[in-house]
């Protein structure tokens, strides 16, 4: 029972540590750092670096996907570090839904596709480096970032099962879905053409 009620516990201090740390809004923070204005209130409201590059500041949007893909990193190297495989898997699950979920902005974040891919970097670094291969081919040839992100999460699974069967998947598959419900109305917008290009203002 000891061992249980320890494993417990850190079970819950790993998830709400990494909660926490995923639910800082990096772009809502560097926008009005720099002067950019309300995240809010520029092209679809969403605090990624989608969004961000539509302010028309490449640093800032380049600043959001770098800390947005870091506290992904950050959170599953930790937990790993100190916990080991298991506990990163949890963290790496709950620094997600701190970004898409953060208690700060009143559950209502972002896609999480930078966090995801920083996640996907920190379990398995060449599962990530083909999930994020696919985003980057993907958005060179359609040039819609939320196609590929779709695509990214897509074969993102399937990546780390063919480079690392030993890897917890269920998370990775989670996250996928996740992304795919926060896109709805992208994929409608895809699906109707009007879903805006990357880089165009808002």
């Known amino acids: 029972m ?3 009620d ?17 639910s800082i809004p990096f772009g809502m923070v560097i926008t009005k750092i720099m002067g950019l204005g309300n995240l ?16 028309g500041n490449k640093l800032a949007a380049f ?12 959170a599953v190297l930790l937990a790993n570090y100190f916990f080991g495989g298991t506990a990163a898997q949890i963290a790496g699950l709950f ?17 999480g596709v930078a966090v ?10 060449w ?9 980057l081919a993907t958005a060179i040839i359609i040039r819609i970032s939320s196609a590929s992100a779709l695509a990214a999460s897509l074969l993102a699974p399937v990546w780390l099962c063919l480079i690392d069967t030993r890897s917890g998947v269920l998370s990775v598959v ?5 992304i795919w419900v926060k896109h709805k109305d992208n994929i409608k917008r895809i699906l109707k053409g009007t879903e805006p290009k990357i880089g165009k203002r808002g």
């Open 127 to 135: 599962a990530g480096l083909a999930t994020c291969l696919t985003w």
């Open 174 to 178: 989670i996250m996928a879905l996740l």
């Open 6 to 22: 320890l494993a417990f516990t850190t079970v819950i201090a790993v998830a709400s540590l990494a909660y926490l740390m995923g």
């Open 63 to 74: 600043l959001t996907v770098v800390l947005d893909m870091g506290k992904g990193v950050v």
């Open 40 to 55: 809010r209130e520029i092209g679809s409201g969403n605090i990624g670096a989608t969004n961000v590059l539509r302010t």
């Open 2 to 4: 000891p061992n249980l």
């Open 95 to 111: 620094a997600f839904l701190g970004h898409l979920y953060p208690i700060w902005l009143r559950f209502k974040g972002g896609k």
């Open 116 to 125: 995801f891919l920083g996640i996907l970097l920190a379990i398995n670094f």
